[in-house]
Protein backbone atom coordinates (compact mmCIF):
# COMPACT_ATOMS: atom_id res chain seq x y z
CA UNK A 1 0.00 0.00 0.00
CA UNK A 2 1.46 3.28 -0.99
CA UNK A 3 1.53 5.56 1.72
CA UNK A 4 -0.15 8.43 -0.23
CA UNK A 5 -3.34 7.60 -2.41
CA UNK A 6 -4.65 10.36 -4.45
CA UNK A 7 -7.13 10.05 -7.22
CA UNK A 8 -6.17 10.08 -10.73
CA UNK A 9 -8.36 12.04 -12.56
CA UNK A 10 -8.71 13.78 -14.29
CA UNK A 11 -11.58 15.68 -13.18
CA UNK A 12 -13.48 17.94 -15.47
CA UNK A 13 -16.34 19.99 -13.37
CA UNK A 14 -18.42 23.17 -14.70
CA UNK A 15 -17.29 26.68 -13.64
CA UNK A 16 -19.56 27.36 -10.59
CA UNK A 17 -19.06 24.10 -9.56
CA UNK A 18 -18.55 22.55 -6.23
CA UNK A 19 -14.75 20.45 -6.41
CA UNK A 20 -14.02 18.05 -3.80
CA UNK A 21 -10.54 16.34 -4.09
CA UNK A 22 -9.15 13.83 -1.64
CA UNK A 23 -6.35 12.32 -0.24
CA UNK A 24 -5.81 8.95 2.13
CA UNK A 25 -2.59 7.82 3.75
CA UNK A 26 -1.65 4.85 5.80
CA UNK A 27 1.40 6.75 8.07
CA UNK A 28 -0.46 7.16 11.12
CA UNK A 29 2.80 9.77 12.27
CA UNK A 30 1.88 12.33 9.84
CA UNK A 31 1.10 15.99 10.94
CA UNK A 32 0.83 18.29 9.01
CA UNK A 33 -0.66 18.17 5.26
CA UNK A 34 -0.73 20.75 2.42
CA UNK A 35 -2.02 20.99 -0.69
CA UNK A 36 -0.07 22.62 -3.54
CA UNK A 37 -1.56 23.67 -6.62
CA UNK A 38 1.01 23.11 -10.33
CA UNK A 39 -0.18 25.26 -13.44
CA UNK A 40 1.19 23.67 -16.49
CA UNK A 41 4.80 23.34 -17.18
CA UNK A 42 5.31 25.45 -13.78
CA UNK A 43 6.64 24.64 -10.44
CA UNK A 44 3.95 23.56 -7.50
CA UNK A 45 3.03 26.47 -5.55
CA UNK A 46 1.91 26.00 -1.86
CA UNK A 47 -2.08 26.58 -2.06
CA UNK A 48 -2.63 25.87 1.86
CA UNK A 49 -1.41 23.73 4.81
CA UNK A 50 -3.11 21.95 8.05
CA UNK A 51 -1.71 21.16 11.26
CA UNK A 52 -3.40 17.77 12.33
CA UNK A 53 -6.79 17.41 12.65
CA UNK A 54 -10.04 20.01 11.57
CA UNK A 55 -10.52 22.50 8.69
CA UNK A 56 -8.71 25.57 7.28
CA UNK A 57 -10.52 28.00 5.16
CA UNK A 58 -9.06 30.77 2.66
CA UNK A 59 -11.06 32.17 0.48
CA UNK A 60 -12.88 29.87 -1.74
CA UNK A 61 -10.86 27.06 -0.59
CA UNK A 62 -11.24 24.85 2.43
CA UNK A 63 -9.01 22.07 3.73
CA UNK A 64 -10.07 19.26 5.66
CA UNK A 65 -8.05 16.87 7.74
CA UNK A 66 -9.87 13.58 9.50
CA UNK A 67 -6.75 11.47 11.20
CA UNK A 68 -9.26 9.07 12.69
CA UNK A 69 -9.70 8.05 8.96
CA UNK A 70 -6.41 8.69 7.69
CA UNK A 71 -7.91 11.19 4.61
CA UNK A 72 -7.65 14.58 3.89
CA UNK A 73 -9.68 16.88 1.49
CA UNK A 74 -9.41 20.17 -0.31
CA UNK A 75 -13.20 21.91 -1.40
CA UNK A 76 -13.01 24.54 -4.18
CA UNK A 77 -15.63 26.41 -4.08
CA UNK A 78 -17.31 28.38 -7.03
CA UNK A 79 -14.96 26.85 -8.98
CA UNK A 80 -13.05 29.40 -12.07
CA UNK A 81 -11.15 28.42 -15.21
CA UNK A 82 -8.18 29.65 -13.27
CA UNK A 83 -8.30 26.78 -11.17
CA UNK A 84 -7.36 24.74 -14.03
CA UNK A 85 -4.29 22.34 -12.60
CA UNK A 86 -3.27 19.90 -11.18
CA UNK A 87 -3.22 19.29 -7.48
CA UNK A 88 -0.95 17.90 -5.25
CA UNK A 89 -1.70 16.79 -1.56
CA UNK A 90 1.28 16.10 0.51
CA UNK A 91 2.07 15.28 4.00
CA UNK A 92 4.91 15.03 7.25
CA UNK A 93 5.64 13.99 10.29
CA UNK A 94 7.00 16.67 12.40
CA UNK A 95 10.34 15.27 13.09
CA UNK A 96 12.19 17.80 12.71
CA UNK A 97 14.80 19.96 10.29
CA UNK A 98 15.02 16.78 8.64
CA UNK A 99 11.40 16.45 7.38
CA UNK A 100 10.53 15.53 4.20
CA UNK A 101 6.93 15.84 2.18
CA UNK A 102 5.58 12.73 1.18
CA UNK A 103 3.53 13.31 -1.69
CA UNK A 104 0.19 12.02 -3.81
CA UNK A 105 0.59 11.54 -7.56
CA UNK A 106 -1.69 14.76 -8.25
CA UNK A 107 -4.68 15.16 -9.94
CA UNK A 108 -5.53 17.26 -12.68
CA UNK A 109 -8.55 19.26 -12.78
CA UNK A 110 -10.49 21.12 -15.79
CA UNK A 111 -12.86 23.84 -15.05
CA UNK A 112 -15.03 24.40 -18.16
CA UNK A 113 -15.93 28.19 -18.66
CA UNK B 1 8.33 35.97 -0.83
CA UNK B 2 10.51 32.50 -1.06
CA UNK B 3 12.22 32.27 -4.16
CA UNK B 4 13.38 29.46 -5.98
CA UNK B 5 15.72 29.29 -9.38
CA UNK B 6 16.84 27.10 -11.72
CA UNK B 7 19.38 27.71 -14.54
CA UNK B 8 16.94 26.45 -17.21
CA UNK B 9 13.35 26.08 -18.38
CA UNK B 10 14.45 23.53 -20.90
CA UNK B 11 17.33 21.79 -21.87
CA UNK B 12 18.52 19.15 -24.64
CA UNK B 13 21.40 16.79 -24.23
CA UNK B 14 23.12 14.02 -26.06
CA UNK B 15 22.89 9.97 -24.23
CA UNK B 16 26.22 9.92 -22.19
CA UNK B 17 26.54 13.76 -21.92
CA UNK B 18 27.68 15.17 -18.44
CA UNK B 19 24.25 17.08 -17.42
CA UNK B 20 24.66 20.13 -14.58
CA UNK B 21 21.42 21.56 -13.50
CA UNK B 22 21.65 24.41 -11.22
CA UNK B 23 19.38 25.79 -8.27
CA UNK B 24 19.72 28.83 -6.27
CA UNK B 25 17.61 29.97 -3.01
CA UNK B 26 17.32 33.49 -1.23
CA UNK B 27 15.91 32.77 1.73
CA UNK B 28 18.65 31.28 3.55
CA UNK B 29 16.80 27.79 4.03
CA UNK B 30 18.41 25.15 5.82
CA UNK B 31 17.27 22.48 3.23
CA UNK B 32 17.32 21.93 -0.88
CA UNK B 33 15.43 19.06 -2.79
CA UNK B 34 15.88 17.47 -5.96
CA UNK B 35 12.72 15.56 -7.70
CA UNK B 36 11.73 14.59 -10.47
CA UNK B 37 7.96 14.57 -12.15
CA UNK B 38 7.01 11.76 -15.06
CA UNK B 39 3.49 11.65 -15.95
CA UNK B 40 1.62 8.73 -13.67
CA UNK B 41 4.62 8.30 -11.36
CA UNK B 42 4.42 11.81 -9.49
CA UNK B 43 6.94 13.42 -8.08
CA UNK B 44 9.82 11.30 -6.97
CA UNK B 45 12.97 12.47 -4.82
CA UNK B 46 16.24 11.99 -5.89
CA UNK B 47 18.35 13.70 -3.41
CA UNK B 48 18.33 15.97 -0.54
CA UNK B 49 20.59 17.96 1.29
CA UNK B 50 19.98 19.58 4.87
CA UNK B 51 22.99 21.05 5.35
CA UNK B 52 26.12 22.81 3.26
CA UNK B 53 27.95 19.77 2.24
CA UNK B 54 25.51 17.20 3.89
CA UNK B 55 23.65 14.86 1.32
CA UNK B 56 21.07 12.33 1.62
CA UNK B 57 19.46 9.70 -1.01
CA UNK B 58 16.20 10.47 -2.12
CA UNK B 59 13.89 7.44 -3.26
CA UNK B 60 15.34 7.13 -6.98
CA UNK B 61 19.31 8.14 -6.69
CA UNK B 62 20.55 5.99 -9.40
CA UNK B 63 22.15 7.64 -12.08
CA UNK B 64 22.57 11.09 -10.18
CA UNK B 65 24.55 13.05 -8.00
CA UNK B 66 24.43 16.44 -5.81
CA UNK B 67 26.70 19.23 -4.61
CA UNK B 68 26.64 21.98 -2.21
CA UNK B 69 28.96 23.99 -1.47
CA UNK B 70 26.99 27.08 -0.63
CA UNK B 71 24.07 27.12 1.60
CA UNK B 72 21.76 29.04 -1.06
CA UNK B 73 22.93 26.57 -4.01
CA UNK B 74 22.22 23.09 -4.89
CA UNK B 75 23.86 21.04 -7.95
CA UNK B 76 22.36 17.82 -9.47
CA UNK B 77 24.68 16.27 -11.96
CA UNK B 78 23.53 13.36 -14.58
CA UNK B 79 27.10 12.00 -14.54
CA UNK B 80 25.90 10.51 -17.96
CA UNK B 81 22.83 10.86 -19.02
CA UNK B 82 20.55 8.35 -20.77
CA UNK B 83 17.08 8.80 -22.40
CA UNK B 84 15.65 7.51 -19.35
CA UNK B 85 16.30 10.28 -17.65
CA UNK B 86 14.42 12.60 -19.80
CA UNK B 87 12.09 14.15 -17.03
CA UNK B 88 10.40 17.28 -15.42
CA UNK B 89 13.05 18.32 -12.63
CA UNK B 90 12.50 20.42 -10.00
CA UNK B 91 14.21 21.72 -6.98
CA UNK B 92 12.66 23.13 -3.86
CA UNK B 93 13.15 24.88 -0.25
CA UNK B 94 12.74 24.45 2.89
CA UNK B 95 13.17 25.92 6.32
CA UNK B 96 13.32 23.00 8.47
CA UNK B 97 11.00 24.37 10.63
CA UNK B 98 7.02 23.63 10.97
CA UNK B 99 4.89 23.35 8.95
CA UNK B 100 7.98 21.87 6.58
CA UNK B 101 6.23 23.40 3.62
CA UNK B 102 9.08 23.36 -0.02
CA UNK B 103 9.51 26.20 -2.06
CA UNK B 104 9.46 25.08 -5.25
CA UNK B 105 11.13 26.26 -8.52
CA UNK B 106 10.16 26.84 -12.02
CA UNK B 107 11.57 23.36 -13.41
CA UNK B 108 13.76 22.20 -15.95
CA UNK B 109 12.74 20.16 -18.87
CA UNK B 110 15.35 17.87 -19.75
CA UNK B 111 15.20 15.97 -22.76
CA UNK B 112 18.01 13.09 -23.11
CA UNK B 113 18.28 12.04 -27.27
Redesign the interface.
Given at each position: QKEVEQDPGPLSVPEGAIVSLNCTYSNSAFQ?F?W?RQYS??????LM?T?SSGNKEDGRFTAQVDKSSKYISLFIRDSQPSDSATY?C?M?E?T??????T????ITLSVRP | DVKVTQSSRYLVKRTGEKVFLECVQDMDHENMFWYRQDPGLGLRLIYFSYDVKMKEKGDIPEGYSVSREKKERFSLILESASTNQTSMYLCASSSGQAPYEQYFGPGTRLTVT
Open positions: YMYRKGPELYYLATSGANSKLFGKG | -
